[in-house]
């Protein structure tokens, strides 16, 4: 009886091992029971809509007809502050071609509105606080990490996507690459 247990809990061990193999080496865009796909570089951008810093609701659909940078950022995340600067620039420099800067707090608004009394940024920030995560994560960014930014077409087609302090040379590379140098 006791070797019918050992061979039984051998067995469950080795499959629960390669159900975890399975699901490690699945592929984290797929679609599982009960979850939506990531939308991929290429593919219409889903439609949300938040708040920003003046308490008014913005849908991106409202943004569409013209390039759209989108970061996921928050004022703890020290390589979100250290890319702002190059976002104001980049957006001073591109405005006049159409193009639009996005910022997504993923904080509230009382840490945002303190930040935002230290650094200048000349573009939108939407709070989005703990829906600000979750929407990176339908986004393509299943970890969560931060920054993470997004590059739609005039459509709000996905161009790019990045994880992490995005270099200005990259962005520049990508905007004109856009033919919105």
């Known amino acids: 009886m006791k070797q019918t ?7 469950l061990i080795l ?3 390669a159900g975890w193999i399975w699901l490690s080496r699945a592929d984290p865009g797929s679609t599982t029971a009960g979850s ?3 939308p991929q570089v290429g593919f219409l951008a889903p ?14 659909s409202e943004l569409r007809g013209q390039p ?6 928050a004022s703890w995340c020290a390589p979100c502050r250290e890319e702002i600067p190059d976002f104001v620039a980049l957006r001073a420099q591109y405005a006049a071609k159409g193009v639009e800067f996005v910022g ?10 303190q930040f935002m009394q230290r650094q200048t940024i000349n573009y939108p ?13 339908q986004l393509g960014n ?13 459509d709000g087609n996905i161009v790019f996507k990045h994880l992490g302090r995005l270099p200005r040379a990259k962005l520049e590379a990508i905007l004109a690459k856009m033919g919105a140098d």
């Open 5 to 11: 247990r050992w061979t039984i809990f051998s067995i």
């Open 15 to 17: 499959l629960l091992g």
């Open 36 to 38: 939506i796909p990531a």
């Open 47 to 60: 439609d949300f809509s938040l708040v920003n810093q003046n308490g008014e609701t913005v849908q991106l």
């Open 68 to 73: 759209i940078l989108l970061n996921f950022w």
């Open 104 to 113: 997504i707090a993923v904080d509230n608004q009382a840490n945002v509105a």
């Open 125 to 137: 920030i939407l709070i989005g606080e703990g829906a600000a995560n979750n929407l990176a994560r």
């Open 142 to 154: 299943p970890s969560g990490a931060l920054p993470y930014t997004i590059v739609l077409d005039r």
